[in-house]
């Protein structure tokens, strides 16, 4: 979800939460190559393959976004949308596996220099989001977190550790949407560190079957997925299953050529399949629901939207796409600030004005942030540290 100077031979990889496509169609922030024309000049693809998973990634990067605003401004949402976040550790591992898995396993990538990419991708979007974090944490008139607890939250934040949790907190409090950015780090260091060997595809199912059974004793166990990760210690280590499955499982359809042997595939197709399972449109027993969904359907999407081959332009849905890993990082403080003035103007202004209107400011704090400072400090760094 990244774009770097080509003479750099910089990353070409997106993923949750890291999810920052680059529109195919033309954009007023950017011009750049699409996921799509990256990741078949990294690996032989077509340019245009996987262009449709531009635009699920941007659906489910807003999906996040209404479901934290429907917590932070109290109206009613499905809770359903927190599914994206596993969507979004499948797509990272297919996306991964097809940019890096020859380049790792041939030694023309060192684990290292695979790392440091990862971290020159994350972190500068980590830092905004923590910096913005802090201030909304403390610009109500009741702060929602105490000034002393501020710096550790920080802190833990900046290395990606859930600090939030030794001070009664969640796991990253000063801005929750880190938590899924701390794991993908984690399911990028193990990857790179073991996609070098060769494994029998016996290991491979057996791991995915292990972890899957493991997953479904997770979901049972806390009655959802929607915690896991984040809210407690006992959530946080249930966590590395949550990434592991869905992060492997990404892995193994592109390692098992599975988007090839579906054929042509419609993209109406896995556009509604992911609509439905992030906004089902009946009441549904969360813990059954969230592991079929995590563990059948959610990979049979990525799988079947890496088959849509280019078909007519969707430029704003691109767009979404291309702004997905900035949004994901930044939307959660501004949507506090928005809480804030709505506080303050007293139920002046109509709640779903202020609600739209924060909701806009998300999306323009993150147009700006990608064009002023993301990619062109990650373009410097991949020019500092050339990787290959």
């Not at 531009?54 to 401004?73: C, I, K, N, Y």
């Not at 008139?141 to 939250?153: E, G």
Request: charged letters at 15%; a neutral charge.
């Amino acid at each position: 979800m990244q774009h770097f100077d080509e003479r750099s031979g910089e990353e070409r990889f997106r993923t949750t939460a890291d999810a920052l496509p680059r529109s195919a169609f033309p954009a007023a922030a950017y011009s750049g190559p699409s996921v799509a024309q990256e990741l078949g000049r990294e690996a032989g693809q077509t340019k245009d393959r996987f262009i449709f998973l531009d635009e699920l990634r941007g659906l489910a990067a807003l999906s996040v976004v209404l479901l934290h605003a429907s917590q932070t401004f109290s109206f009613r949402l499905n809770p359903h949308p927190s599914l994206a976040v596993d969507f979004f550790f499948c797509l990272s591992g297919f996306v991964l596996a097809n940019g890096y898995d020859q380049k790792l396993k041939s030694g023309a990538l060192g684990s290292r220099a695979f790392v440091l990419k990862r971290v020159i991708r994350l972190y500068p979007m980590i830092m905004v989001g923590v910096a913005l974090g802090v201030v909304a944490s403390q610009v109500a008139l009741t702060p929602s977190i105490a000034l002393a607890d501020v710096s550790i939250l920080a802190v833990g934040a900046l290395l990606l550790l859930p600090l939030g949790l030794l001070v009664g907190q969640e796991a990253f409090a000063i801005n929750n949407p880190l938590w899924s950015i701390c794991f993908e780090m984690v399911a990028s260091v193990v990857y790179g560190c073991v996609a070098r060997r060769r494994f029998h595809v016996w290991y491979e199912i057996a791991a995915i079957v292990l972890l899957a059974a493991a997953l479904f004793q997770v979901v049972m166990l806390e009655g959802a997925i929607g915690p896991v990760g984040f809210a407690s210690w006992r959530a946080f280590f249930e966590g590395f299953i949550r990434v592991g499955f869905s992060f492997l499982a990404g892995v193994l359809i592109f390692r098992w050529d599975i988007h090839h042997r579906v054929g042509t595939i419609p993209p109406q197709i896995p556009l509604f399949m992911l609509i439905a399972v992030l906004f089902p449109p009946f009441s549904v027993p969360n813990d059954i629901y969230d592991f079929i969904c995590i563990a059948v359907i959610i990979p049979i999407v990525v799988a079947l939207a890496a088959a849509v081959p280019q078909g007519a332009e969707r430029p704003f849905a691109a767009y979404l796409g291309q702004l997905s890993y900035p949004l994901y990082a930044v939307h959660l403080p501004v949507i506090q600030f928005g809480d804030h003035f709505q506080n303050l103007t007293d139920g002046f202004i109509p709640l779903p004005v202020t609600v739209g209107g924060t909701l806009l400011v998300a999306v323009g704090v993150a147009h700006f942030l990608h064009g002023c400072f993301d990619a062109p400090l990650r373009a410097y760094l991949g020019r500092k540290f050339p990787l290959n």
